[in-house]
């Protein structure tokens, strides 16, 4: 059950901003079996003066295309399984929208199954546990 949150600079086109979120959803489901229909995705944009990164932190040269994807996952994976989350994130926002790699900036956020309730007042990942 990712959260997908996606920022980037104000002033791109409405298919533009679906792409984003369209390969998004598809990379996690690529990569993390993420279920049909499990798709909850925000995006937010920004004006110059509230989006502000490091040029070159690291030696990547990014640009004002910097769009970063903040992904808010259960603790369940692996290191190859988040490596090749990145990865496919990266190929897929190169492919469609058409960002280039450097301005594809993630950052994964873990939490405990338990921490997530999707209606209703349950904790439906915690359920398994008898609780």
Avoid at 1 to 15: D, F, N, Q, T
Avoid at 49 to 67: C, I, M, P, Q
Avoid at 114 to 128: D, F, K, P, R
């Amino acid at each position: 059950m990712p959260l997908a949150r996606i920022s980037l600079r104000r002033g791109k086109p409405l298919a533009y901003r679906q792409a984003l979120m369209e390969q998004v959803y598809q990379a996690l489901r690529d990569t993390y079996n993420v279920p049909e229909d499990d798709r909850f995705i925000l995006l937010s944009e920004h004006d110059e003066a509230h989006f502000s990164y490091g040029r070159h932190y690291l030696d990547v040269a990014r640009s004002d295309e910097l769009v970063i994807i903040q992904l808010t996952v259960s603790n369940t994976r692996g290191r190859a399984q988040k490596k090749a989350l990145y990865q496919r994130l990266v190929e897929r926002l190169v492919e469609h929208p058409g960002l280039r790699p450097e301005d594809v900036f993630i950052n994964l956020v873990e939490v405990l199954p338990e921490n997530w309730s999707m209606g209703h007042g349950v904790a439906q990942y915690a359920l398994a546990d008898g609780e």
